[in-house]
C-alpha cells in the first residue's frame, strides 16, 4: 500500500481545469503551427512559380541569343557550302496537318526552289536532342509529301555547348552541325554526304 495522501475533490478539479486549460493552449497553438506551416508552403509554392518563371525566362532569352547567332551567319556559311538559301525563317516554323496526324515546330528553316534546310538549335545540345530532331524531319516529310512539296530536306544541329561525343552522333547520322566558337560561327560537314530526306 502507497502511503501517498489522496487528492481531495477541490484538487482534483483543480487539476481538471488546468489539464483542460493547457489542452486549450496546446490547440491553440497547433492551430498556429498549422496556419503557419500552410502560409509557408503557399510563400514556396509561389516563390518556386516565380523561380521557374525566371528561369524559364533565363533559358529563352539564351535560346534567341543562340538561334540569333546561328541566323546571323548560316545563310554565308551554307553558301560557302554550295546551297544558296533564299528564305529564312526568323522565329521558327510551325507545320501541322491533321489529316496525316503530323505537327511539329523547326527552330530555323532555310529554303530555295530546290532544297530545305531544317535546323535545331540548343542552349547545350544532346543525343536525345539530335534524336527528336531526326524524328522531326520524318514528320517534316511526311508533311511535305501530303502538300506535293517533292523539294530535298538536310538538316542541322547547333547549339552553344556540343561535348564530343553529341558533335560526332549528329555527324554520323548526316546532320550538319553548327558551333558557336567565341564570336564566330563554324559549320561542320556528316563525313560523306549529308542525309537528304
Known amino acids: 500500500m502507497s ?3 489522496v487528492p481531495t475533490f477541490e484538487e482534483m478539479m483543480a487539476l481538471f481545469r488546468e489539464t483542460e486549460k493547457q489542452s486549450r493552449k496546446t490547440d ?3 492551430r498556429e503551427l498549422r496556419l503557419s506551416l500552410k502560409e509557408a508552403e503557399e510563400r514556396r509554392k509561389k516563390e518556386q512559380k516565380n523561380w521557374n518563371k525566371r528561369f524559364a525566362e533565363f533559358g ?3 535560346g534567341e541569343l543562340i538561334e540569333t547567332m546561328v541566323r546571323g551567319g548560316i545563310v554565308h556559311l ?3 557550302l554550295g546551297y544558296t538559301f533564299t528564305q529564312c525563317s526568323r522565329r521558327g516554323m510551325s507545320f501541322r496537318e491533321d489529316a496525316i496526324d503530323v505537327h511539329g515546330e523547326v527552330d530555323l528553316f532555310l529554303e530555295n526552289g530546290d532544297y ?8 547545350k545540345l544532346t543525343i536525345d536532342d539530335i534524336k527528336d ?6 514528320k517534316y516529310r511526311l508533311y511535305a509529301d501530303y502538300r506535293n512539296d517533292k523539294r530535298q530536306f538536310i538538316a ?3 547549339g552553344g555547348v556540343i561535348d564530343d561525343n553529341v558533335r560526332d552522333y549528329a555527324l554520323k547520322h548526316g546532320l550538319y552541325v553548327i558551333l558557336q566558337s567565341g564570336r564566330n560561327i563554324e ?5 560523306g554526304k549529308p542525309k537528304v530526306w
Request: hydrophobic share 45%.
Open 3 to 5: 502511503n501517498a495522501p
Open 28 to 30: 491553440k497553438q497547433i
Open 60 to 62: 529563352d532569352r539564351i
Open 78 to 80: 551554307f553558301q560557302e
Open 116 to 123: 530545305a534546310l531544317l535546323v535545331e538549335v540548343k542552349t
Open 133 to 138: 530532331h531526326l524524328e522531326r524531319i520524318k
Open 156 to 158: 542541322a544541329v547547333g
Open 187 to 191: 559549320v561542320i560537314q556528316p563525313e
